[in-house]
Nanobody, 125 residues
Framework: QVQLVESGGGLVQAGGSLRLSCVAS????????MGWFRQAPGREREFVAH????????YYANSVKGRFTISRDNAKNTVYLQMNSLKPEDTAVYYC??????????????????WGQGTQVTVSS
């Protein structure tokens, strides 16, 4: 059974930075796309970023492009999301997820079959 555990969320002022981590266990990590999604109260879960199995290809939502960076360390079964220049509208619960494939562009949540429990990110103005 694959388990994903996120950490690194918290409260930060607008313009600040946070680094989220997601550690995977119980299954294969290095051959699948890993993604980050977020969900704000009253809104649907939305795609943030994903990274290919090798780490060589990344894809971002337009709303975070240039501010967020996704990376992975397959030796540590860990994926990261570095978030800079945070804005109040980035406030949400952030989830990491393992996709069903190792390559391609997968922005729909249905393309992911394992999810973490989420970590809260709150950006104050």
């Amino acid at each position: 059974q694959v388990q994903l555990v996120e950490s690194g969320g918290g409260l930060v002022q607008a313009g600040g930075s946070l680094r989220l981590s997601c550690v995977a266990s119980g299954g294969t990590f290095s051959t699948f796309i890993m993604g980050w999604f977020r969900q704000a109260p009253g809104r649907e879960r939305e795609f943030v970023a994903h990274i290919s199995w090798s780490g060589g290809t990344t894809y971002y939502a337009n709303s975070v492009k240039g501010r967020f960076t996704i990376s992975r360390d397959n030796a540590k079964n860990t994926v990261y999301l570095q978030m800079n220049s945070l804005k109040p509208e980035d406030t949400a619960v952030y989830y990491c997820a393992r996709a069903r494939l190792g390559f391609g562009i997968i922005i729909n949540p249905s393309g992911y079959n394992y999810w973490g429990q989420g970590t809260q990110v709150t950006v104050s103005s």
